[in-house]
């Protein structure tokens, strides 16, 4: 998720580390771990090389291993679009003709990638999926695009990231790819250019619903330790659009557990701290669970909360923001205070995703990568499927979330994720449990039920604080 303290991804591997591959089968990117730099792009983790880990197919093309062989090779899981359909029972709803259609995806990220388009036609060939037309809108002045900026490839990758597995999920969907031309890192940095964006589109009727990986920790907003919020408050114009027009907005709750702050040694907060946007109250904040997967896509263990070595699911309560209406029942857990995350999807390296990558031409092909920007883009697809089935925007769910888990999960599709914590890097975090918790939210899903539930109108029509 995020950029230089923000973009939180755990681009592959970091759970094994370098040595435990052979020699030259890895790339490590440039920008290697975050540094304190603000203005320095994130871009932990390394890549797999297509060469190196993947095997040649009957067309005699280099394709991605099988969970059995990465297990076998590289020492983790790793996973396609088709287990994630499996593992989430998203299937039966294709099969009823729910895949998106006539819903409109918004993934929001700085600079874009300029090889979406194939790399997006080149996944979908691989797995057999139907091919889209990604929807590109810059918006301002954004640079050329410079394979050897680490800034601007650890972007690319994010961009290339959001794009497959939102397609993945709800393959029929339109997707608008938004590319801004300021990285956004830690406080505001680069944010006011993508509420602009968001808002804009909004209020245009471009999206139904808004995936954004990204995020800055809410104690580097200009004011914070004074008490004064209006820096980030004054940012939350696009939501209040989304929340008038029935759109749908997400993000992800950060890849570095209760602290949700990156590190290289020197800059980790050793506290507990949340970030904004998935700290809003208008804001649905996805979370990271670990999914234990066979070849098939079926499940071998339950869900946990995601905590490996490279990361961990962010969650935890805001430091600005209020319990919210919807969260009164969960209130012996959040207390006062807005918690984080609502619900989770897959991010676990250990369990990582095949992307396929062109940007950087010396590392085209298949990489792995996990982190809450996986599990964001994931679900953005879900809302689009329930929007879908439902004939209409579903708009803010949040309200819809927190009923429904008051329901039998054969009925509400909401399974609740009761092993793991989110703690990482020192800090300790929150130990997942039975109903809420701060390091799962409500817990996971079961796609199919969940997905008629959402489109139910179960909760009628609710307006959030």
Not at 112 to 118: A, D, F, V
Not at 376 to 395: E, M, Y
Request: overall charge negative; some cysteine.
């Amino acid at each position: 998720m995020g950029s230089p303290a923000t973009l939180r991804r755990a681009l592959a591997l970091l759970a094994v580390g370098a040595t435990a591959l052979t020699a030259g089968t890895v790339a490590v990117p440039a920008a290697g771990i975050a540094t304190a730099a603000p203005t320095t792009h994130d871009y932990s983790g390394v890549h797999v090389r297509p060469a190196s880990f993947g095997h040649h197919d009957a067309q005699g093309r280099v394709a991605p291993l099988s969970t059995t062989e990465c297990v076998s090779k590289i020492g983790i899981h790793c996973y396609s679009p088709l287990q994630y359909r499996t593992a989430y029972n998203l299937n039966p709803l294709y099969k009823e003709g729910v895949t998106g259609k006539g819903r409109t995806i918004v993934i929001v990220d700085s600079f874009g990638s300029p090889t979406i388009q194939h790399d997006l036609e080149v996944f979908d060939k691989q797995w057999g999926i139907q091919d889209t037309q990604v929807e590109v809108v810059k918006w301002g002045n954004v640079p050329v695009f410079d394979p050897k900026n680490p800034d601007h490839t650890g972007w690319a990758g994010e961009t290339t990231l959001d794009v497959e597995y939102a397609h993945a999920i709800a393959p029929d969907a339109h997707i608008v790819l938004v590319e801004t031309g300021v990285a956004e890192t830690e406080g505001t940095t680069g944010l006011p250019e993508m509420m602009d964006a968001e808002k804009d589109l909004i209020k245009k009727g471009r999206g139904d619903v808004i995936s954004q990986s990204f995020g800055a920790t809410e104690n580097t907003f200009p004011g914070y330790d004074k008490g004064d919020f209006k820096s980030l408050t004054d940012l939350r114009y696009a939501f209040r659009a989304a929340a008038d027009r029935g759109v749908t907005v997400l993000a992800a709750s950060g890849d570095n557990g209760a602290t949700d702050a990156q590190s290289n040694g020197s800059d980790l907060y050793p506290f507990k701290v949340n970030s904004w946007p998935s700290s809003d109250p208008l804001v649905t904040s996805i979370g990271g669970t670990q999914l234990t997967l066979d070849d098939s896509g079926k499940r071998t263990a339950a869900d946990k909360v995601w905590h490996d070595k490279s990361g961990a699911g962010g969650g935890g309560v805001s430091g600005i923001f209020s319990r919210p209406w919807y969260q009164t029942g969960v209130a012996n857990v959040t207390g006062n205070h807005r918690g984080t995350p609502d619900i989770s999807m897959s991010a676990a390296v250990d369990g990582a995703a095949w992307t396929y990558e062109s940007y950087d031409p010396t590392a085209v092909g298949w990489h792995l990568t996990g982190g809450t920007s996986e599990a964001t883009p994931l679900f953005s697809g879900i809302v689009a499927l329930a929007d879908q089935l439902a004939g209409h925007r579903i708009g803010q769910i949040n309200g819809r979330l927190y009923g429904l888990s008051m329901l039998p999960s054969k009925w509400s599709g909401i399974v609740d994720v009761k092993e793991g914590d989110n703690g990482w890097n020192g800090v300790t975090g929150y130990n997942a449990t039975a109903g809420y918790d701060l390091a799962s939210g409500l817990g996971t899903i079961d796609g199919t039920t969940f997905v008629h539930a959402l489109a139910g109108d179960i909760q009628g029509d609710e307006n959030e604080q």
